[in-house]
């Protein structure tokens, strides 16, 4: 159990347009879901926090306006870049949370996303 | 800041062992993950260890935690190709849901 799935693995999308991206816990439900940022060869960056039904949690340097993230239910979260640009493109991975046995709520990584703004 | 450091770098020859090396941030930290990235993939989780634990063994993966250095290290015994990737270490911060990953640390093994 505990599968995370992001819709799409990959999308290119012009300069001014946005791109929505999708994450989903397959078989459990999610107190929690984060979003994180990967460039090239470097770490993940925590973007946000998100928790169904309230407005997300951005971490110092994120733009809500530009990241706008909604979780409308338990099983889903969306990113959307908004008026994307090339500096946009990155690697988006997200992750749900749920309540385990080690007593906190342990993260499950989605497969990522890859975007790519022309 | 909050870094998590990780040597960037790391080739080993086929069957040789190999040892990744980590210096966490939060000496409150519960639990220390490590996780395998492939090219364009996400993560996959490796293994993990508890704080009150000084080290953890996991068929060819073996954990070392030495808390007083906040020092984490795997170690792969019989290392493979498939073997070759980018590990990051993780910390979850104490009091948060937070993980903050390592730098990473890219391993190449040759044949």
């Known amino acids: 159990g505990a599968v995370v799935s992001q819709h799409p693995s990959r999308v290119i999308c012009k300069s001014g347009t946005s791109v929505k991206i999708e994450c989903r816990s397959l078989?459990?439900?999610?107190?929690?879901m984060f979003w994180y940022r990967q460039f090239p060869k470097q770490s993940l960056m925590l973007m946000a926090t998100?928790?169904?039904?309230?407005?997300?949690?951005?971490e110092q340097g994120v733009e809500k306006d530009k990241f706008l993230i909604n979780h409308a239910s338990l099983t889903l979260s969306t990113l959307t870049v908004t008026s994307a640009h090339p500096e946009d493109s990155s690697f988006y991975i997200c992750?749900?949370?749920?309540?385990?046995?080690?007593?906190?709520?342990?993260?499950?990584f989605g497969p990522g996303t890859r975007l790519t703004v022309l | 800041g909050e870094d998590v450091e990780q040597s960037l770098f790391l080739s080993v020859r086929e069957g040789d062992s190999s040892v990744i090396n980590c210096t966490y941030t939060?000496?409150?930290?519960?639990?220390l993950y490590w996780y395998k990235q492939e090219p364009g993939a996400g993560l996959q989780l490796l293994t993990y260890?508890?704080?009150?634990?000084d080290m953890k063994q996991d068929q060819r993966l073996t954990v070392l935690l030495n808390k007083k250095d906040k020092h984490l290290s795997l170690r792969i015994a019989d290392t493979q190709t498939g073997d070759s990737a980018i590990y990051f270490c993780?910390?979850?911060?104490?009091?948060?849901?937070?993980?903050?990953f390592g730098t990473g640390t890219r391993l190449k093994v040759l044949a």
């Open positions: 992750s749900a949370a749920r309540p385990s046995q080690r007593g906190y709520n342990e993260q499950f």
């Open positions: 078989d459990f439900q999610a107190t929690t």
């Open positions: 998100s928790n169904e039904g309230s407005k997300a949690t951005y």
């Open positions: 939060d000496s409150s930290s519960t639990y």
């Open positions: 260890i508890f704080s009150n634990m």
């Open positions: 993780a910390e979850v911060l104490s009091g948060t849901y937070k993980y903050i």
